[in-house]
C-alpha cells in the first residue's frame, strides 16, 4: 500500500459564540505560606475565582473545522480533524501550510512504515519547528488506519498485556475537608481504587490533608499526591516523609522538571516513589529525554509523555529496561504495556456501550475501579468522501 496524495477538506461545524473569560484559566499566586518563592495556580488552594475581563460575542457564530486525509491506493484510508477555527481563511491557510511543507513527505510512503514516518516527522521538528503536534496527529492516523485495516483494536496491534487495569480518579475542593468528602464519595460511589489531589496548599496544610484522607479511606485506597512544581527540595522532603507514613503510593512533579539535580537528590532521600517529566516531556523532548533523568535517577515513575502511539512504546520500553514504572499513556499504550500499572480516570465514569456502538477501533470503559477497552471485530463506518467533497466549503 501506498500513500498516493493528499487531500485538506475545510468543513462546516458548530455554530456557537465566542467567549473570552479570565474564569476560564483562574489566576497565578505564590505557593501559600507565601515564603518559598515559588508560583502556582491558585485555584489549587481554594482561592476565589479571579476579577478580570470577560468578553462574549454577541451573536452566535460559524465554526469550521480542517480535515486531513492521506489517499492511499488501498481500500482505506488515513484521516483526521486537524484544526478548528472561527476564521475560515486562517484555517484554509492552515490547511495549504500542511499541503505545501508535509504532504510531499508522505506520498509514496508506505502509509503501514509508521517507524519511517516517525523517524522522518521526529526530526522534521528540529528543522521545521513543527511542534509535537505534527508528528502526534499523523502517527495517531497511521494506527488508526492499521486498526481499521486489521479489525482489530490498537492495544491487540501492539500485543495486549492485559485486558484491563485498576483506575483512580482525580479530587478537589476549596477547603482540605472539601476535599476529603469529595474523595470519600467518589471512592465509595463510583468505586476507583484510589484518588489523586492537586492540591498546592503548602507542606503543612498538605500534610494535614494527607492525614485526613487516609484516616477517612482507610488502608487499601491508593492516594496519589500531585502538587505541580509547588516545592523546593527541602520541601518535598518534608511532604514526602508525611506522605510515606500515609501509605501513598507516589508524589507527582513536586519539583521543575529542569531540576534534575534537586529531583535526583531527592529520589536518593525519599523512599516515596518520584514521578516526573510531565512537563517537559510535553514540550516535544519524548521519548529520547527520559533516558538521562533515568541514568542519573532523578526519577522513580515516569510521566508518558512520548509523540505518538509509536513515541508512547518506544518511552514505555526505555523505561522498562531500567525496571521503571511510566504512567498516564494512551489507553491502548497502557493496556499493551506491563510497566503502565494504574489508569488516571481524569474523565470520570465511562460505561461499556452497548454491542451496536461498538467496532475494531474500541471504546474507553471506565468503571468498577477499572479501565478497559470494549471492542468487536465490526469495520466502523468509513467516510463518504464523495459527500465531504460536495458539502465542504474547500477542498485542497
Known amino acids: 500500500m501506498q500513500i498516493i496524495n493528499v487531500k485538506c477538506y475545510l468543513l462546516k461545524g458548530d455554530i456557537t459564540t465566542r467567549t473570552e473569560s479570565c474564569l476560564d484559566r483562574g489566576n497565578i499566586a505564590p505557593v ?7 508560583f502556582t495556580h491558585d485555584q489549587g488552594f481554594g482561592a476565589d475565582p479571579p476579577h478580570g475581563f470577560t468578553f462574549s460575542g454577541e451573536t452566535p457564530e460559524q465554526t469550521y473545522r480542517l480535515m486531513i486525509r492521506l489517499v492511499t491506493d488501498g481500500d482505506l484510508d488515513a484521516y483526521s480533524d486537524y484544526g478548528t477555527s472561527f476564521d475560515l481563511r ?34 522534521a521538528q528540529r528543522f521545521m519547528y513543527t511542534g509535537r503536534g505534527l508528528l502526534d496527529t499523523i502517527d495517531r492516523m497511521l494506527w488508526d488506519l492499521a486498526s481499521r485495516s486489521a479489525r482489530l483494536p490498537i492495544y491487540k496491534l501492539l500485543g495486549g498485556c492485559r485486558e484491563s487495569v485498576p483506575a483512580y480518579c482525580n479530587v478537589g475542593g476549596k477547603t482540605i475537608d472539601e476535599l476529603v468528602i469529595n474523595a470519600v464519595k467518589r471512592v465509595e460511589e ?56 500515609a501509605n501513598y503510593r507516589w508524589i507527582e512533579e513536586p519539583l ?6 534537586g529531583l535526583k537528590k531527592l529520589c536518593a532521600t525519599l523512599d516515596l ?30 510521566r508518558q509523555r512520548g509523540i505518538g502511539i509509536t513515541g508512547q512504546v518506544k518511552q514505555a520500553q526505555l523505561a522498562e529496561s531500567f525496571g521503571v514504572e511510566v504512567h498516564g499513556g494512551d489507553p491502548h499504550v497502557i493496556l499493551s504495556a506491563g510497566n503502565d500499572p494504574v ?22 470503559v471506565v468503571e468498577g475501579g477499572a479501565m478497559s477497552i470494549a471492542w468487536n471485530d465490526r469495520p466502523p463506518v468509513e467516510p463518504d468522501w464523495d459527500e465531504l467533497e460536495r458539502s465542504a466549503v474547500l477542498v485542497i
Open 32 to 38: 501559600p505560606p507565601g515564603i518559598s518563592g515559588l
Open 90 to 123: 486562517e484555517l484554509e491557510w492552515q490547511g495549504r501550510q500542511f499541503m505545501a511543507r508535509y504532504a510531499h513527505m508522505l506520498i509514496g510512503v508506505d502509509p503501514f512504515d509508521r517507524e519511517y514516518i516517525w523517524q522522518k516527522f521526529w526530526i
Open 190 to 245: 463510583e468505586g476507583f481504587i484510589g484518588c489523586k489531589d492537586h492540591s498546592y496548599r503548602g507542606v503543612k496544610t498538605n500534610g494535614e490533608m494527607a492525614v485526613k484522607l487516609r484516616e477517612a479511606l482507610g488502608d487499601q485506597i491508593m492516594l496519589f499526591h500531585d502538587p505541580v512544581e509547588s516545592y523546593t527540595y527541602e520541601e518535598a522532603v518534608k511532604i514526602g516523609r508525611i506522605m510515606e507514613k
Open 256 to 261: 521543575q522538571d529542569y531540576d534534575i539535580m
Open 273 to 302: 516513589p518520584v514521578l516526573t517529566l510531565e512537563w517537559i516531556g510535553a514540550i516535544g523532548g519524548q521519548p529520547y529525554n527520559t533516558a538521562p533523568y533515568l541514568a542519573m535517577q532523578a526519577a522513580d515513575i515516569v
Open 343 to 364: 489508569f488516571e480516570a481524569f474523565m470520570g465514569l465511562q460505561p461499556r456501550p452497548s454491542d451496536d456502538e461498538l467496532d475494531c477501533r474500541g471504546k474507553l
